[in-house]
């Protein structure tokens, strides 16, 4: 894909050689319908094919990060195999596309960030979150195991105690909580954010790039040898697709309220 050919992702250059993303599905928190869904994951293919480029800076429009995925998306997944076996394909896909990504990425968390949005949030080389940002795993509500980035991540951010509780009870953690527990890079006031992103952005860009490349690529190899779990935890999070949970996970959701699971009755 080429920059013209994305509809839910804004792009903007910004000096020195900065290209700035933010996700735009305002009107919906920015959640992750299946062309943003697929646009997240090309996205990365396309900034490290552009010479120009050389870190990005990824938000969100209005006051989310993202919200997820869209629950329609989901919906329309229950008991579909090849619809799931996309949906595997593109969450696989998106986690290693960022990972192997050559360009420095920092994350400037504005809002709420769930399900691929926080994939993209947690997985950026430098995450910034604005303290009133509300970050949450939220496929265990959903009825489905913490499957995208949860397993490959988390328990190297946070230690096991921690991952273990978050991705269990699906709570979310606001900004200070996350940098607290070591969840996100940095956290910032809210009116301090996107100023505190583009001042980092301004310190790679003009470092070395080689060097801060080839510290990335380095440094990601303790994710990249994670690799068999992530893979693991995704097949055990698309086996709920076929579990009622997930139809009453959904429900939940977009009635507001606790889900009403059948396992666990």
């Given at each position: 894909?080429?920059?013209?050919?994305?509809?839910?992702?804004?792009?903007?250059?910004?000096?020195?050689?900065?290209?700035w993303l933010t996700l735009n599905r305002?009107?919906?928190?920015?959640?992750?319908?299946?062309?943003?869904?697929?646009?997240?994951?090309?996205?990365?293919?396309?900034?490290?094919?552009?010479?120009e480029a050389h870190v990005v800076v990824v938000t969100g429009a209005g006051r989310a990060f993202s919200a997820g995925g869209d629950l329609g998306m989901v919906e329309r997944a229950y008991r579909d195999p090849e619809e799931v076996g996309r949906i595997l394909d593109e969450a696989r896909d998106l986690v290693y596309n960022i990972l192997r990504c050559n360009k420095p990425i920092i994350s400037a968390i504005n809002g709420p960030a769930v399900g691929a949005g926080l994939v993209v949030a947690l997985l950026a080389d430098i995450s910034i979150a604005a303290e009133s940002a509300r970050l949450a795993d939220g496929h265990v509500r959903m009825g489905v195991a913490a499957g995208d980035h949860a397993a490959i991540v988390w328990p190297?951010?946070?230690g096991m105690a921690k991952a273990k509780y978050y991705l269990m009870t699906s709570e979310f953690v606001d900004g200070r909580e996350a940098e607290r527990i070591g969840l996100v890079s940095l956290?910032?006031?809210?009116?301090?954010?996107?100023?505190?992103?583009?001042?980092?952005?301004?310190?790679?860009?003009?470092?070395?790039?080689?060097?801060?490349r080839y510290t990335?690529?380095?440094?990601?190899?303790?994710?990249?040898?994670?690799?068999?779990?992530?893979?693991?935890?995704?097949?055990?999070?698309?086996?709920?697709?076929?579990?009622?949970?997930?139809?009453?996970?959904?429900?939940?959701?977009?009635e507001k309220r606790a889900g009403k699971y059948p396992s666990s009755e």
């Open positions: 894909m080429n920059y013209e050919d994305y509809r839910h992702i804004l792009f903007e250059r910004r000096e020195p050689h900065i290209l305002p009107e919906v928190l920015n959640a992750a319908d299946a062309r943003l869904h697929t646009e997240l994951v090309e996205v990365w293919n396309t900034v490290d094919r552009d010479p190297l951010l946070v956290c910032v006031p809210d009116g301090e954010l996107l100023d505190r992103a583009m001042a980092v952005a301004v310190k790679l860009a003009t470092g070395p790039r080689h060097a801060i990335k690529r380095a440094l990601n190899q303790w994710l990249l040898q994670a690799g068999p779990i992530f893979d693991h935890s995704l097949a055990l999070e698309m086996l709920g697709f076929f579990h009622e949970d997930m139809r009453a996970g959904v429900e939940g959701l977009r």
